[in-house]
């Protein structure tokens, strides 16, 4: 049995509420500076500085640009479902080391894998399934699922 099949579900991290709500500040608007997010909390600029930089460091949150694919000329996006045998967490490994997917989740249901691809346009999707993710170890079957349009696309549920 290998390490990470015996690793426990990380347990989650007890957050104060100030830090819960330094997250939320950010959510809402990621350029907002240390100073406008201390009088939000009530904390000095430092001690803002300080705890996004203890949340960044323990993998808690992270500070990214999001941007519309399609306005950057990657016209195709899609979800991929993936029936697989063996181990799946090996196989999500894999996936996850390809640059055209940025979402890798392993799942309950239909499909043991699914994974969302950004990709230039359609024979470039065509390329990476055909070639790449299909010819994977463990890749039983997949599905794909065409994004026609994005909807909607927002990180901003907060801490809860």
């Known amino acids: 049995m290998t390490n990470t099949a015996r690793t426990a579900a990380p347990r989650p991290v007890h957050l104060d509420d100030v830090s ?6 950010l959510q809402a608007d990621g350029r907002r500076s240390y100073a406008d997010i201390g009088k939000a909390v009530g904390l000095s600029e430092a001690a803002v500085r300080q705890r996004v930089q203890r949340l960044t460091e323990s993998g808690v949150m ?6 519309d ?7 195709r996006q899609a ?12 196989l999500a490994a894999s996936l996850a080391e390809l640059a055209e997917i940025d979402y890798v ?3 309950a249901g239909s499909f043991d894998v ?11 999707l065509i390329t990476l399934l055909n070639s790449r993710i299909r010819n994977l170890p463990g ?15 927002f990180y901003n549920w907060g801490t809860r």
């Open 139 to 153: 890749v039983r079957s997949t599905e794909t699922f065409v994004y026609l349009k994005l909807q909607k696309q």
């Open 105 to 107: 989740v392993l799942t």
């Open 20 to 25: 819960k709500a330094i997250i939320e500040q």
């Open 114 to 124: 699914l994974a969302e691809v950004v990709c230039e346009n359609d024979d470039e």
């Open 69 to 75: 694919p399609m306005q950057l000329g990657f016209t």
């Open 79 to 90: 979800m991929i479902g993936i029936r697989a045998s063996g181990d799946t967490r090996e």
């Open 62 to 67: 992270q500070i990214v640009a999001v941007t």
